[in-house]
Structure formats: C-alpha cells, structure tokens
C-alpha cells in the first residue's frame, strides 16, 4: 500500500491536538502517517502534546523555524514528507474544522490513481457550519469568482482539505506560491487543473478564526497574476 502522510499546521491547539491525533491513529491503516507542523506563534502544549504520540512510529513533529505563516508550514510540511518517502500526501486543518472521518474517502481516490482529490464544501453531500454569513458568502462567491476568472469548473475553490499524489508536489517549485493566506487553496486548485482531478464532499466546522480584510485583498491581487505565474511552479 501506498505511504500517505497528513500534513497539519496547528498552533495553540492544546484543548484538541490530543483528541485529533488519536482519531487519526484509530483509522485502519499502517500506512498513514501524521506530521504535524508548528512554529513560535503557539504559545501553549500543543508541541509537547504532539511529541508525546512520536513514540507510536506514526506521529513527526515538526517545528518550522523559519516559519513565515501557516501556508510556509504547509509547505515545509509537504517538503519533509517528500523527503521522508510518501507516495501521497494529504492536507487539513488541525484545529476540528476537518473531519478525521473523512480522511477514508480521500485515501480511497488516491489509491484509485487520481493526482488530486479536493475537500468541497459545496458539491452534494458537503456542508459549512458554525459559520457567519459572511464567510459564507466569500467562500462560495469567491470559487464563483474564481472559475470565471481562471477557467475552472470546481465547485468549491477555496477549501484546505486536499490530497495530492507526492509526485504532483515533486514537479512543483513549492518555493514560488505567491499567496501567504487565504487564497493559496485556490493557487493550488488553479495550477493542478489539468491533472486528473475530482472532489469528494466534506463537512467544514468553523471555529473562531476571523478573516482580515487584508487577506480578502490580497486574494483578489493574486488571482489576477495566476495565469502569468503559472510558468514558474512547474519544474
């Protein structure tokens, strides 16, 4: 079977590392692996948490020095996973929003050979809650947006629950993203569009999280820029 790996930026998340952790190690298989990724921003247990599952051969905690935001530790995180011999790696939040129970179906289309399997929110059998309405309205009119913009026909182009085969991420200069935050997801979406590609549904739980209005900002900045930065991801 083919080595997956979980890569899950997360800071201060001392109230649920535990639980997530334990959730992902009771899904049947021997082949997933978790790598946590934290930087100086948690202030709390949340490493020490994560360090005490490293015992089981399963869990790698990764503190990112160099850290320049959450998306730096995405990307660090796919680096070492690449490094350390996954054939797929899989991508999520690691404060509740993604469900653990649904790691199964993303597992299942990498298996079946897709490049990539996107986490929608939006396609029948998805769900968005505890959410305020205007969060809702940026995410689904920004994959609105989004497709017009770029050409694409997803449904939802902002969700972080994804899974890539690691060959994807080896052809991609990963140091050449231009987005820092929120618009990453659809940077992604956008350069992998014509891979063999499909979206499985996903139940997103808000949190407490707020969204800048730079962030909004820069989203609208860089979509306009893809098309010609297109030719400096892949290698």
Known sequence: MKKIIIVMPVANEEKT????????????????????????YSKDRTEEIIRSYESTGRV?????????????????????????GADCVLEMDGGGSHQ?????????????????VWGSRFTKGGEMSNQPLYR???????????????????????????????D???RMNLDRFLSTGHM?????????????CVEVPIHYIGGESSLKASSVVEALSILFKLKKHEQYIWK
């Open 17 to 40: 590392m535990g639980s997530v952790i334990e959730s992902i190690l009771a899904l049947p298989y021997d082949n997933l692996y978790l790598y946590p990724v934290i930087d100086s």
């Open 60 to 84: 790698k905690c990764i503190f990112y020095k160099e850290s320049r935001g959450v998306i730096s530790c995405y990307l660090e995180g796919y680096r070492q996973a690449i490094a350390d």
């Open 100 to 116: 653990p129970s649904e790691i199964p179906q993303f597992v299942e289309k990498l298996e079946e050979g897709y490049d990539c």
């Open 136 to 166: 809702r309205i940026l995410s689904s009119g920004g994959t609105v947006l989004a497709n017009l913009v770029l050409g694409t026909k997803l449904k939802d182009m902002t969700s972080g629950f994804e899974g890539f085969q690691a």
């Open 168 to 170: 994807v991420l080896k």
């Open 184 to 196: 990453y997801q659809t940077e992604m979406r956008y350069y992998c569009r014509s891979l063999n």
